[in-house]
């Protein structure tokens, strides 16, 4: 299994530009989300989803569009790029969002993005 | 916000156990702890949860207290490569909504020393 992937691995943008971030994971997990994470800071959670067609906002949505039209992939489009929104993204997935044993959340090896 | 309080640092000397505390006073019932690790510039690690018993696995010991207000989280013979970010977590043990959501705070920054 490769995991978690996530693609690209840095990118560049300019204001007012738009951009999509790849998630995909390959354990057929039912809960994916996403997270930014910023200098000396912890994460903080974007958007999720439990499950394909599902998805809801977490606690820093705004700018932020997700969909999740198969398991595999949950894709993060930044539709009007601003430098508020240059972070490190991390993508993460789970078999499912219940706090249960074995059912931990894997992370992916994360997105630098920055915004000029 | 969170619903943990770590203190945001500590030192541990290599080979020697790293035990690092995490006070949860709120916790709820229904709710697990859980401990992940950030080495820098990755993404975090999955290390251990728990919800009332202790826990033990290949990587660490969690001990939560009897009323469960706080956890230690116990790496038993600390190396240069245990250099990290640790976050304690409260996740909640149900279905439905956003409480199943992992939570980050700003963690504990372990640093083991030769």
């Known amino acids: 299994n490769a995991g978690v992937t996530q693609t690209p691995k840095f990118q560049v943008l300019k204001t007012g530009q738009s951009m999509t971030l790849q998630c995909a994971q390959d354990?057929?997990?039912?809960?994916m989300s996403w997270y930014r994470q910023d200098p000396g800071m912890g994460l903080r959670l974007i958007h999720y989803s439990v499950g394909a067609g599902i998805t809801d906002q977490g606690e820093v949505p705004n700018g932020y569009n997700v969909s999740r039209s198969t398991t595999e992939d949950f894709p993060l489009r930044l539709l009007s790029a601003a430098p508020s929104q240059t972070s490190v993204y991390f993508c993460?997935?789970?078999?499912?969002?219940?706090?249960?044993?074995?059912?931990?959340?894997?992370f992916g090896p994360g997105t630098r993005l920055t915004v000029l | 916000d969170a619903k943990t309080t770590q203190p945001p640092s500590m030192d541990c000397a290599e080979g020697r156990a790293a035990n690092l505390p995490c006070n949860h006073s709120t916790i709820s019932g229904n709710e697990y702890v859980y401990w992940y690790r950030q080495i820098h510039s990755q993404g975090p690690q999955y290390i251990i949860h728990g919800l009332k018993n202790n826990e033990t696995n290949e990587m660490a010991s969690l001990i939560i207290t009897e009323d469960r207000k706080s956890s230690t989280l116990i790496l038993p013979h600390a190396t240069l490569r245990d250099t990290a970010v640790y976050y304690c977590i409260v996740r909640v043990a149900r279905s439905g909504g956003s409480q199943g959501n992992l939570i980050f705070g700003k963690g504990t920054k372990l640093s083991v020393k030769p």
């Open positions: 993460a997935s789970s078999y499912s969002a219940l706090a249960a044993h074995g059912n931990e959340q894997f």
């Open positions: 354990m057929n997990h039912e809960y």
